[in-house]
Nanobody, 121 residues
Framework: QVQLVESGGGLVQPGGSLRLSCAASGSIYSISTWAWYRQAPGKERELVTSITSSGSTNHADSVKGRFTISRDNAKNTVFLQMNSLKSEDTAVYYC???????????????WGQGTQVTVSS
């Protein structure tokens, strides 16, 4: 059984910062790519940012220069530092890990439960 548990969401004023964390636990052999997605009310889930096992990152244009993704491989944890937050960043944020549970398993996606981020004055 693999679990992804997120933390760090909340209410913040425009221009403020938040740091999200997502920790994976259970039977894990390796994690290749981590990613953060978000879903705003009435909208489809969208990819925000991702990071590979080698540290290469990719960001949506809407968050470039404001959001930073990082990972701690020893702790099977990913972080999302969000700065200069805007009202349009309001959404439920989900972490995603593409991982192997053993050396003989294929890579499968796992998801966190989601954490609410609200940017409002």
């Amino acid at each position: 059984q693999v679990q992804l548990v997120e933390s760090g969401g909340g209410l913040v004023q425009p221009g403020g910062s938040l740091r999200l964390s997502c920790a994976a636990s259970g039977s894990i052999y390796s994690i290749s790519t981590w990613a953060w997605y978000r879903q705003a009310p009435g909208k489809e889930r969208e990819l925000v940012t991702s990071i590979t096992s080698s540290g290469s990152t990719n960001h949506a244009d809407s968050v470039k220069g404001r959001f930073t993704i990082s990972r701690d491989n020893a702790k099977n944890t990913v972080f999302l530092q969000m700065n200069s937050l805007k009202s349009e960043d309001t959404a439920v944020y989900y972490c995603n890990a593409n991982l192997r549970r053993s050396i003989s398993d294929g890579v499968l996606p796992y998801w966190g439960q989601g954490t609410q981020v609200t940017v409002s004055s």
